[in-house]
């Protein structure tokens, strides 16, 4: 989420996600994905500035959890089960 300013002052969060677009004329007026707009206090430049600081956010987050482990890679251990086999997936964090 986002934190803008309605023109009176007032704070909310937008999801960056659904915005469509965002134009200045000359009030900054952001349109969503399902037609609906705001009108917010910040500058074009700035939305776009919140918009990309929160993606690179987002991103870096899911760098961080899809970092491989040390070490080489561990491949999953068959293990017999009736007349099936099923393969034994290593746990998550292992």
Known sequence: MILLNRLNGQP???NPDLIERAE???D???TLLNGAKYVVAQSL???AMLMRDHRAV???RVQDQEQP???PPSRP???SEGDAT???LPERGQ
């Open 12 to 14: 909310f969060a937008l």
């Open 24 to 26: 200045s004329t000359p």
């Open 28 to 30: 900054t007026v952001i």
């Open 45 to 47: 430049d700035e939305v």
């Open 58 to 60: 987002v991103l870096s």
């Open 69 to 71: 482990p040390a070490g």
């Open 77 to 79: 251990k068959p293990a």
């Open 86 to 88: 099923v393969l034994r």
